[in-house]
């Protein structure tokens, strides 16, 4: 059984995973106007806008779909393969 008026219904839910993904992007925009060691350029913080974003987006459209008790598996998944890409952008552990 669903509760359909729950947040995750409303569309709105975009627009505020639209406002945590710049809160999120705000972490390294301060940090690279203060430190050497984080240097990101405008690509590197629209590819992170993007796959922030699309993997919370993903999320919802997913846990609409399936049963309650099944969410946190579906949050782990998409929580491992948003880690995976990460890294693999970020360093390229996985490939060369």
Do not use: C
Request: net charge positive; glycine share 6%; hydrophobic share 60%.
């Amino acid at each position: 059984m669903t509760d359909k008026n729950s947040i995750i219904y409303h569309n709105k839910i975009f627009l505020w995973l639209a406002l945590a993904t710049g809160g999120f992007l705000f972490v390294p925009l301060i940090a690279t106007q203060y430190s050497n060691d984080v240097n990101w350029g405008p690509f590197d913080f629209l590819v992170m806008g993007i796959l922030l974003f699309t993997s919370a987006s993903l999320f919802i459209l997913i846990a609409r779909k399936i049963s309650r008790k099944y969410w946190l598996i579906s949050g782990a998944i998409i929580l491992v393969l948003f880690l995976w890409i990460y890294v693999e952008l970020a360093v390229g552990l996985f490939t060369n």
